[in-house]
């Protein structure tokens, strides 16, 4: 069973910014597809951003431009850079790792971590 554990979230004022941190062990590679999804009260968890194993990157057009997702050569460290936050961004923030899937859809995605939880007050 792979674990998935993300950690960097906090209270922050609009306009400020947070690093938000993601690892996946314990499955029979380290090599994992890595993406960032958010869940505010009341509303379906959205997609944020991905990293796949070959390194391409995509982000929701609500985040673009102010959030960078990164990470290492194996894809079993992630990181999310979110700069100029605003209220609206206020979600727990989940990591999600698979194998196979890069995709924006949370359906896809076999492994995910508890969440940490983004507070950006305006």
């Known amino acids: 069973q792979v674990q998935v554990v993300e950690s960097g979230g906090g209270l922050v004022q609009a306009g400020g910014s947070l690093r938000l941190s993601c690892a996946a062990s314990?499955?029979?590679?380290?090599?994992?597809?890595m993406a960032w999804f958010r869940q505010a009260p009341g509303k379906e968890r959205e997609f944020v951003a991905v990293?796949?194993?070959?390194?391409?990157?995509d982000y929701a057009d609500s985040v673009k431009g102010r959030f960078t997702i990164s990470g290492d050569n194996a894809k079993s460290t992630v990181y999310l850079q979110m700069n100029s936050l605003k209220p609206e961004d206020t979600a727990v923030y989940y990591c999600?790792?698979?194998?196979?899937?890069?995709?924006?859809?949370?359906?896809?995605?076999?492994?995910w971590g508890q969440g940490t939880q983004v507070t950006v007050s305006s």
């Open positions: 999600a790792a698979d194998r196979v899937s890069s995709s924006s859809s949370s359906l896809l995605y076999d492994y």
């Open positions: 990293i796949s194993l070959s390194g391409r990157t």
């Open positions: 314990g499955g029979t590679t380290s090599n994992y597809n």
